[in-house]
Structures are given as structure tokens and as C-alpha cells.
């Protein structure tokens, strides 16, 4: 049985993404991560794992994702999240509900200058499968 072990890229400690110095270290994919990536309309994107998967995206500046609620596992500190609860708004939550889909959804927005990146996965046990629509 052969076992092998990715080291975690930590962010070195003159980086300036802390803005409260606690001294917590930022998790950071590493720049080659998207080299055998897909991209489709700007973002590149990878899947990555074996059993628990992660979709790391690139997210273009301005540029929304839209997401289910607990699905987060990292995004870079220029990713603002807002949550959209539409039970209340007529035919948008109902078609929401009567297609099983949760009324709340998570929207992370990159309000930086340059393409910023965040990491999902299911939140449930689940493989990633990509999907063209």
C-alpha cells in the first residue's frame, strides 16, 4: 500500500492578507494548480481529490459565483459573500423549491482589480462532476 502526502502552500510570513495580525496563516493554491485546468467564460477551474473533492475556480474581477449554503472551504480575501433568500420573493422561490433546490443561495463576488480564487466542495459526501450547459 502506497500512501502519498500533498504538503499545504501556507501564505510566507511578509504577506499582507492578514489585515487583524492574528497570525493565521491563509491557505493558498499553488500557482500551478491551474495548469491542467478548463475554463469557461474567463474562470479556469480544477477539480481536484479523490473521495472528498474540491473545485478550485479562478473568479475574474467583478465576476460572481453563485453557490449552495455550506459549500465554502477557501477564497481569497477580495471574495465579499452575500446571502440571497428568496423564499419570499414569489415565482423565483418557488420554482426554487418545487425543483428541490434550497430557497438560499451563497453569491461570492470578486471585488478586486485582478482574478481572485476560491475553493468549494459539496456539502455532503458527494464526487464533483463537471456539467456543460
Known sequence: LEISVEAIPLVDDNAKV?????????????ETS???????????????????????????AGNTISTEVGTLLFAHPS????????????????????????????????????DAYVGLTPNFPAKVIPLVF
Open 18 to 30: 492578514d489585515p487583524m495580525n492574528t497570525g493565521f496563516k491563509w491557505y493558498l493554491p499553488k
Open 79 to 114: 471574495m465579499k459573500t452575500e446571502v440571497d433568500l428568496t423564499l419570499f420573493q414569489g415565482a423565483a422561490g418557488c420554482q426554487r423549491i418545487c425543483g428541490g433546490e434550497s430557497c438560499v443561495k451563497v453569491n461570492m463576488t470578486n471585488e478586486g482589480t485582478s
Open 34 to 60: 491551474f495548469e491542467d485546468s478548463h475554463q469557461m467564460d474567463g474562470s479556469k477551474w480544477t477539480i481536484s481529490g479523490h473521495d472528498m473533492q474540491v473545485l478550485s475556480a479562478s473568479v475574474p
